[in-house]
């Protein structure tokens, strides 16, 4: 019998395909506009965040407005530039009066988000705000774990004050700044590591150096 073999989609064309079968689904907040996410599909780093706000419900693009604007300038300030990575959402369609996403619409949104990232498979996750932290890490606390290195199905999650929240006030705006300047570290220091070990539960990285240290 002869099998016809069909041609293996890249990247590009998974996500096109993602991109159309989320705006076929009947979701929550379908009175908002999709917004997908947007960047180098081969990035080291990926950033999600929690949810569009009226300018990015606006544009369909993902983190253009004041948010967006502070980590572009950040991005600048570690000498990337935003066409290095990728960024995107948990929830892909802004909620009514930029209020918090409903635990209903993140269930609802999150294998569109699950198959967004295997797709792109980044090696590194920035996450920013505590939404798109708890997605990966649902025990952490933003205030005590922003700027900590985690490790997660073979990635390194890396947990950001949300921009916004950073908008607030100097404090928050001095924390969001470290940590984020920490980020060419992180891909460094997983540059010069072997292999990341996936069979264990996230974990600290700092956490597993002490415990180590404590045997010798």
Not at 146 to 153: A, L, P, T, V
Request: proline letters at 8%.
């Amino acid at each position: 019998m002869h099998v016809v073999q069909f041609p293996l989609m890249n990247k590009e064309e998974r996500l096109k395909k993602l991109q159309a079968e989320l705006a076929q689904a009947q979701l929550p907040l379908m009175e908002s506009n999709l917004v997908f996410g947007e960047g180098n599909i081969d990035c080291e780093v990926l950033f999600i965040g929690e949810a569009p706000g009226k300018t990015e419900d606006e544009l369909k693009r993902p983190f253009v407005g004041r948010a967006g604007q502070l980590v572009n300038k950040l991005l600048t300030e570690i000498g990337w530039k935003r066409e290095d990575v990728y960024i995107t959402n948990i929830v892909k369609r802004r909620p009514p009066e930029n209020r918090d996403p409903l635990p209903e619409e993140i269930e609802a949104y999150k294998p569109f988000l699950t198959k967004q990232i295997e797709i792109i498979n980044p090696k590194i996750i920035a996450t920013l705000g505590r939404f798109s932290m708890n997605y990966f890490l649902p025990f952490a606390k933003i205030t005590r774990d922003q700027g900590k290195e985690f490790e997660n199905n073979g990635r390194i999650i890396y947990p950001i004050l949300h921009p916004a929240a950073a908008l607030r006030g100097t404090t928050m705006m001095n924390q969001f700044r470290e940590t984020f300047k920490k980020l060419p570290e992180v891909v460094a220091r997983l540059k010069n590591k072997p292999q990341i070990d996936t069979s264990s539960k996230p974990e600290p990285i700092a956490r597993k150096k002490e415990a180590q240290d404590k045997l010798f």
